[in-house]
């Protein structure tokens, strides 16, 4: 039994403690302004944006944020890319757009949608052979372009925080990913606001699920009725990052909490590494004058790879 209401649980805790389902809805949504306020993610006046593929994560984060900024009268913008991905013939995104439009229809929410195709003149699944001959995976090419994509829009809108519906799971998998690969600069980006260097003309990408498992999430999905498309990428191809999927569930079966740990032990350090690569030199990209470490930018680079 849930122990402050004495009905029946929707939820327990490793430690056996149980919730029902208003106490689990209560301690899903204090754990998420806990997460605002602790990282400090969203400030006043902040202008929100939330990138919405139409999946379980992003939609519970156009979810909370819109009751956030309701109350806190801060603005919020959806915004959704298609990439241009076939799944069985049809638009793998189309059914998840449907959701995230009735969902900001139905709550006054401003939706703003772009394409590959529309602002790179290409869609994914036209470049698949492309992609496999210059040897890098689907998922490398999807995120680089996805991600400048979001800040261009993020930027024309005036948006100052990005809010992405990364969770704990997503965030562990990442953490042991670029440890096994061995790069530390990318390790120093991770943490519940993404990146080390701030320019402005970058949203500042910030994780509001940050501290909530997959396990969470769907359970708030399906307590608050939230619609999402529940389909799986056809063309995703991170290999290595699906292994570590795979192996930190078992861990987690044998060991609970263990993905938690990753997290917790990661935001331990996470000051150290930030501060190891906060003096790199900005530059900008000699083709498209966004920001970038180097020359030319990696979304110039994947473009030009692609053309
Ligand atoms: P993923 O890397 O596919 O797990 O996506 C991580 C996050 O990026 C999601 O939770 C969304 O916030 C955002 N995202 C992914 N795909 C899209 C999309 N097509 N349009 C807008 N946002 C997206
Ligand atoms: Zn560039």
Redesign the pocket.
């Known amino acids: 039994m849930c122990r402050q209401c004495e009905i029946n649980p929707v939820w327990e805790f490793t430690n056996k403690r149980k919730l029902c389902k208003t106490c689990f809805a209560k301690y899903f949504r204090r754990k998420i302004n806990y997460t605002i306020r602790k990282f400090c993610l969203i400030e006043k006046g902040d202008k929100v944006g939330?990138?919405?593929?139409?999946?379980k994560?992003?939609m519970a984060?156009l979810f909370v944020l819109n009751d956030f900024c309701k109350k806190n009268r801060s603005e919020l913008i959806a915004?959704?890319?298609?990439?241009g991905i076939k799944c069985s013939g049809k638009n793998y995104?189309d059914k998840?757009k449907k959701y995230i439009e009735k969902f900001c229809k139905d709550n006054n929410i401003e939706f703003i949608?772009t394409s590959f195709e529309k602002e790179y003149k290409l869609t994914l699944n036209k470049k698949l052979s492309q992609i496999k001959k210059i040897k890098i995976s689907n998922?490398f090419v999807?995120?680089i372009l996805?991600?400048a994509l979001?800040n261009k829009i993020a930027r024309s809108k005036g948006i100052t925080k990005l809010?992405?519906?990364?969770?704990l799971d997503?965030e562990a998998e990442t953490i042991i990913l670029n440890l096994v690969k061995g790069d530390i600069k990318l390790l120093a980006k991770l943490g519940p606001i993404a990146g080390v260097l701030h320019n402005r003309k970058f949203a500042a990408r910030i994780k509001p699920?940050y501290l909530c498992t997959t396990k969470e999430i769907v359970l708030f999905a399906r307590l608050m009725n939230i619609k999402y498309d529940s389909k799986i990428?056809p063309i995703?191809s991170d290999t290595l990052r699906i292994k570590i999927r795979k192996f930190l569930s078992g861990l987690e079966k044998q060991h609970p909490e263990v993905k938690r740990a990753i997290v917790n032990s990661y935001l331990k350090i996470m000051p150290l590494l930030k501060l190891k690569f906060k003096d790199r030199k900005i530059n900008y990209c000699e083709i498209c004058s966004e920001p970038t470490s180097t020359g030319k930018c990696k979304t110039c680079w994947v473009l030009k790879k692609l053309e």
């Open positions: 939330v990138a919405v593929s139409g999946g994560d992003s984060t915004l959704f890319i298609d990439e995104r998840g949608e998922c999807c995120s996805k991600r979001l809010a992405t519906g990364h969770s997503d699920l990428c995703r």
